[in-house]
């Protein structure tokens, strides 16, 4: 099923101006930095992106700023944020319009990705309250042994076009509460919700009285990216993309003896066990595999399915790929947007080409749509895949909507196969055997960030820490304990006696 009627690129540019003028931004045209929707696939209007001497500003004033902001208190730091979600309540429907303008996505799902923005500022707000150490037990008399959290410095954020706004505010609204500043260089691909964003933190702290160089935004590519990595006054680099910009930035950061926080690719499985709960799983899988038109980290991507089941569950899930409506992502009933680029389904098509040449069999999918509506767009049927092995292809992340299918016999086999991956960022197991979704979450199980039990690998909340092991780049953030990553700890050991004790019964003088 598609819809045939898209929007005109001149409606998607009047709905992109008429909301960036609600949320009070004013756009700096230029014409060297396109900004562009990948519902037609072709470009809204020309901005002006930042250039080195920007960047070198937007540290300078970051770093200035943090010397001030690390001593305010931090529950007057949480005032900030809290306004900040107050804004974001206000102006959700305006910001989720520019997240499906720029990234494509469904109308349900950018609103999620706004409520994901105001859901993260209402637990920093908490947590700017909480942000505690520990009292250890000395082994001197007379002494007290603590550990404290600091503010860190600037902190400069690197993001995706997927995440185009959520990743910014598990980033930002964190590090704010923290006493952190915060440089910004958004995806080359989703400037107009930067652009928002930013305003609607200026208008907070405006509102507040902080200052306006607690966060300073920069438009660009990489080469601005590449400029923060660089720098020794960012202390911590916080990037999320893919494990190619990841092997790029990881070691840049580490030369100086910076901090990073990496947020890479993902290649996320579920296992679906002979007990599970077939209709669930089917909801679960589709959602997770097709949802966000497969351009999510956390996506599906493979399905580790028993031999005794794979039938029933393939006839299933074969009806729903069939039946996914494809198009205009405003369109109320629409479940699956565009790619993001042509580039984009170049990759995916030619991951499906290997896959074939491997012996894969496809189920479902895989053709392209709305080719005469939008020539410049790339509409796609989700693709199902059935492969006997996990070959090289399936072991790679294509960023698309292309489920692998693979069976198995024993469950010790499904969670080889399932771990014999590089990238560790989430996974599932669909049963209702207590001590296999047991087994799936402890030591011998699941090696990923996230491990879930009857839900998909997509979707989390944000009060659990979020990221991946090993090519996902090892990086938490969002909710539990990950603030920390934001923050520097010091020990400090008060002696209260009047005699010098020294650890561990050293004798001296
Ligand atoms: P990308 O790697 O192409 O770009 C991400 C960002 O990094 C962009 O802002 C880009 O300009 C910048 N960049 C690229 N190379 C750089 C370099 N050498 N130095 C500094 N900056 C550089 O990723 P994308 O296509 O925008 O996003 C999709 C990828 O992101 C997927 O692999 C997806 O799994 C991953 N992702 C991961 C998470 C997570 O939390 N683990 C979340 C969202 C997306």
Not at 273 to 279: K, N, R, T, V, Y
Not at 317 to 328: S, V, W
Request: aromatic share 6%.
């Amino acid at each position: 099923m598609s819809s045939t009627a898209l929007p005109t690129t001149e409606d998607l540019r009047a709905r992109a101006r008429a909301g960036l003028a609600r949320l009070g931004v004013t756009v700096e045209e230029g014409s060297d930095f396109p900004a562009r929707s990948p519902i037609t696939g072709e470009d809204l209007f020309g901005l002006r992106a930042a250039t080195a001497a920007d960047t070198e500003q937007a540290i300078a004033d970051a770093r200035a700023a943090f010397l001030t902001w690390r001593t305010t208190p931090a529950p007057r730091r949480g005032e900030l944020v809290w306004r900040l979600g107050e804004l974001l309540r206000d102006h959700k429907g305006d910001l989720a319009d520019l997240i499906t303008i720029e990234a494509g996505k469904i109308r349900s799902e950018a609103l999620g990705e706004v409520q994901e923005m105001i859901d993260i500022c209402d637990f920093a707000v908490g947590l700017s309250r909480q942000l505690y150490g520990r009292t250890i037990a000395s082994e001197r008399p007379g002494h007290r042994l603590a550990e404290t959290w600091h503010p860190l410095g600037v902190v400069g954020v690197i993001s995706a076009f997927n995440f185009p706004a959520a990743v910014w505010s598990w980033n930002t609204a964190v590090a704010l509460v923290c006493g952190d500043t915060v440089v910004w260089k958004p995806s080359e691909l989703t400037s107009l919700i930067a652009l928002a964003c930013d305003r609607l933190l200026a208008r907070a702290a405006e509102e507040v009285g902080a200052p306006r160089e607690v966060h300073r935004l920069l438009l660009g590519d990489r080469t601005i990216g590449e400029q923060l990595v660089d720098d020794p006054r960012v202390a911590l680099v916080s990037a999320t993309g893919s494990t190619r910009m990841g092997r790029e930035v990881g070691p840049r950061v580490a030369a100086r003896f910076g901090r990073s926080l990496l947020e890479l690719g993902g290649n996320n499985a579920a296992v679906v066990a002979p007990s599970a709960d077939l209709d669930l799983a089917v909801q679960g899988i589709v959602f997770a595999a097709a949802g966000t038109a497969g351009q999510r980290c956390t996506t599906l991507r493979r399905l580790i399915v028993h031999r005794d089941i794979a039938d029933t569950l393939l006839a299933r899930l074969t009806a729903a790929y069939r039946k996914l409506p494809i198009g205009d992502p405003f369109d109320e009933t629409t479940l699956v947007g565009p790619l993001i680029s042509a580039q984009a389904l170049e990759t995916m098509q030619n991951a499906l080409t290997r896959a074939q040449a491997e012996g894969g069999k496809i189920l479902a999918g895989g053709n392209r749509r709305l080719t005469d509506a939008a020539p410049h767009a790339s509409y796609v049927e989700p693709v199902l895949v059935r492969v006997d092995e996990q070959t090289e292809v399936v072991r790679e992340e294509t960023f698309a909507p292309l489920l692998y299918v693979l069976t198995y016999d024993t469950l010790d086999e499904a969670i080889a196969l399932h771990n014999d991956v590089p990238q560790g960022l989430s996974s599932s197991i669909f049963t209702r055997d207590q001590q296999e979704a047991e087994l799936f979450l402890s030591a011998e199980g699941s090696d990923c960030g996230i491990a879930n039990v009857n839900i998909g690998t997509s979707g989390a909340e944000i009060g659990g820490a979020f990221g991946g092991e090993k090519e996902t780049g090892g990086g938490r953030e969002s909710g539990s304990d990950a603030w920390r990553a934001y923050m520097r700890s010091a020990t400090n050991t008060i002696n209260y006696s009047s005699r010098l004790a020294l650890a561990q019964n050293v004798s001296f003088l």
